[in-house]
Structure formats: C-alpha cells, structure tokens
C-alpha cells in the first residue's frame, strides 16, 4: 500500500482486528470461558460493552464461541463509532448465517442462528459517555434493576479516569458477576529498526506523557501504565483478579508481508504519534519530521516491527468460592 493521505479511525479499528486476535491473553480468555455461568436462550447473559468501538470484540466473543445467548448492551461516546457498530455487526451476522432484524437506526438488533451452532443476541447499541451511563445506571438499581453478569472492556479503560470510574463501574456487575478486561496498554511502545537511540527514547517518552496528561472535560482521561495499575485498582475496588497476563501487540511483515490491513494499522500508529507530538517543544521540528517519514518508509519497504506491551484481566466482583 502506499502512504496514506488521510486517516479513518473506523478504518483502523477493523485493522487492528487480526493484530487484537493474535494478542488476546489465551489463558485469561480460557480462565474467563470456564468461569462465565451457562446461558440459555430463555435466560440469556446480561452483558455490558464499555468503548465498543464499531463492534469488532463483539464479533470476537461470539465467534470464538465464548458467548451463544446473551442480552447485550455496547456503548461509545461516538455517534459515529455506534452507527458503524450498528453496521458492521449486521454484515458480521449476516455473513454468520444468522437471520437480522433491527430498528431502522440499526441501535437494536436482533441476531438469531439455529445451524451450524445456536446463537441468540439482542444487542442494544447507545452512544452515550461513560460517566453519563453509569450515573443513570446507578439511579436505576436504585429502582431495583439487576446487575449486569458481564461487564467487557478491550483497548479501553487505559483512556479514561480509571481511579474515579472503575470502583463505580464494577458496582454495576452483579454479585459474583465476571469482568474481562483486555489490551490495556502498559508503558511500552517499540519499534524497530532503530533510527536513532536517543530520538526513538524522546518520542516513545513523550508520547506515553501525551496520554498520562490527556484531560477530557478538564478531567484526566489516560494513563500509560494503566495495565500495571489495573492490579492494586482491581484489588482496592473489592474486584479479585481470577488469570492476568500479556496480551502485547506484536506486527511484522512475513513471507506474503503483513497480514490482512495490518500495514494501515501501523501507518495510523505512526500518524497518531505524529498529531500527538507536532509542537511539542522537547523535540527538534526536523528531525521529528524526518523520524515520522523513515517510519512510514519503513513500513512501505515492509521492515517495521512495532510492539506494544499490553495485559488482560478476568475476575470476579464480591467473594470467590474457593
Ligand atoms: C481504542 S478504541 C477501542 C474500540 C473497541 N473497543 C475496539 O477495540 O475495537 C476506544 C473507544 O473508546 C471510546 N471512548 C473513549 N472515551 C469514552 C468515554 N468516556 N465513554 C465512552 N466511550 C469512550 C472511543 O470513542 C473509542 O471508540
């Protein structure tokens, strides 16, 4: 491919799809698979979507077989990643051999297979905030509403205020209810070839302050290390860990290059980096500018390696039987 001129977030998400299949932790998603309770057609799971994206970890639950019967809500602060959810997972069910229906605005579907194996999902889609949703949550198991069974999150909670947010958010899982966690990015962005030592170091450390300084709404929203974090958070907020482990993201080109649109989910790598430090006054204009285009070259001569350490929970809120 070549470089490309402009950038489509959508367009990334579905690429980083193989580069996410390669990564998930197998011991964790083993650990969460004989842990999560049986589910039946008349007595689906509750399961919550936080970050959702255009739907893409959704397909993965279902295709890997984790999930069959499930009352799914999924959200994003995106109108626009959820209008794509809404289309995405209906080619997705379609393409699966599953009947489809939905509301005109695709915000609710109905996913229904018989053969080759069974599958029930009613899915709600919502583009709402995270904070906005847990506090109109919490108002409604104030009513009596019950906790959800499942609450997923992947290449999310390392954007948001994890101290504030996710005591509140585990609270919404019902006693005994699981959470999974994956892809929380932990401290380490590399890339090789080496272009030069000192200015890969600079851009990798200013890049991982780029997220720790995020603020949204004046709120800090990112934390570099939010994988390591996760550990002592998920313990503080009465949250047992059951299997954590890496789940790093790890692109190279092969014989036939890189797989499926992995050479776009790098060029888009690059490109963030590239909107994330322009300006930024620890970095010589030039030589950063350089750096980005032997980047992108890299990737059009097939000889960029880029990993990312990142690691998967799955656990449990309240006690766990021993
Ligand atoms: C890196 S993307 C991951 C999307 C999806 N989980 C995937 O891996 O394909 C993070 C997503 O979180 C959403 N997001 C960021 N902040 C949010 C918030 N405060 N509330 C809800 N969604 C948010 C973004 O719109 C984006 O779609």
New binding site residues.
Partial sequence: MSIPEQYS?SRY?EA??SV?DRAINLRVWNTLQRALPMAAAQSPLRVL?????????LQRLFDWGLLQFADYTA????RQ?IAEAGDQISAWALQSGCRLRTTPDKSELWIVRDEPSELRLHLRLEA??????IAREQNAHRQGAAGWDFLF????LD??DLPNLLPSLLQLLRPNGLFYFT?NFDGATLFEPTIDPELDELVQRLYHRTMDERL?NGHP?GDSRAGRKLFALLKGAGAPILAAGASDWVVFAGPNGYPGDEAYFLHFIIHTIHQALAGRPELDIRKFEDWVAQRHEQIERQELVYIAHQLDFVGKVGAIET
């Fill in positions: 977030f998400l980083k799809k996410d979507e936080v970050g959702c994206g255009t739907g893409a970890s959200l994003d602060i995106s990643n709402i905030d995270l904070s906005d949703f999150a992947h290449a999310f954007l948001i892809i949204v929203s």
